[in-house]
């Protein structure tokens, strides 16, 4: 049997809510087009009243409005599925049509009428919170005050006083050699060559 994901977006709390739907729930959905109305029932959201407004298939391609059929390829200038497209430039994308069946994965809706129940209390956390539940309250700073900062920079400072040294150890050995050059220069004086008249 079909399941379907349904995002629920509450105009009135402008929050989303999520709830999946299997089965014998899932059935009261198959066939409906965007637009339509269903109440909620049939799938434990009693009183409520929702729009189908949109939805979405195993592939990810967008229900688009007026699209008959599984899928087809169109070209358009915006719209579903062709976003931020400006100065008249068209593109060409599958989309889904607009009735649900089968390969439908996401169902979108929203509230036309409330039931007595809040939404939250019914169907769960909003969207947005539902990410942020298997995470702990520790703010972000936190985290990373748990890792050891000392140990990095002592090597830097290690590294870094470990380079001066050097530095001036290899300089010391240059003055040394240099200065070794010159003492064994002033040592041997040039020596001086025969002069011609001694050989008369």
């Known amino acids: ?21 299997k089965d014998a729930e899932a059935a009261g959905f198959l066939g409906l087009n965007i637009g339509e109305s269903i109440k909620g ?20 391609f967008p229900m688009r409005k007026g699209i008959l059929g599984v899928r087809k390829k ?22 889904c049509g607009q009735k649900i069946n089968d390969s439908i994965t996401q169902v979108n809706m929203k509230v036309t009428k409330a ?33 050891p900062k000392e140990a990095p920079a002592e090597k830097k400072e290690e590294k870094a006083e470990e380079k001066p040294k050097e530095e001036k150890a290899e300089a010391k050995e240059d003055a040394k050699a240099e200065e070794k050059g010159d003492d064994k220069k002033e040592e041997k004086p040039a020596e001086e060559k025969p002069k011609a008249e001694d050989k008369n």
Not at 48 to 56: A, C, D, H, L
Not at 124 to 140: F, R, S, T
């Open 115 to 147: 039931g007595s129940k809040k939404l939250a209390d019914v169907a769960g956390a909003p969207a947005e919170d539902a990410g942020a539940e298997g995470k702990e309250d520790k703010p972000k700073g936190d985290a990373k005050e748990d890792k």
């Open 74 to 95: 169109i070209t358009s200038i915006g719209g579903v599925g062709f976003p931020g497209l400006k100065g008249g430039k068209k593109l060409r994308r599958t989309v």
């Open 1 to 21: 049997m079909a399941t379907f994901k349904l995002t629920i977006a509450d105009p009135k709390e402008s929050k989303t809510y999520q709830k999946e739907v």
């Open 41 to 60: 029932d049939g799938f434990g959201l009693e009183g409520y009243e929702f729009e189908v407004t949109g939805g979405s298939d195993f592939c990810g």
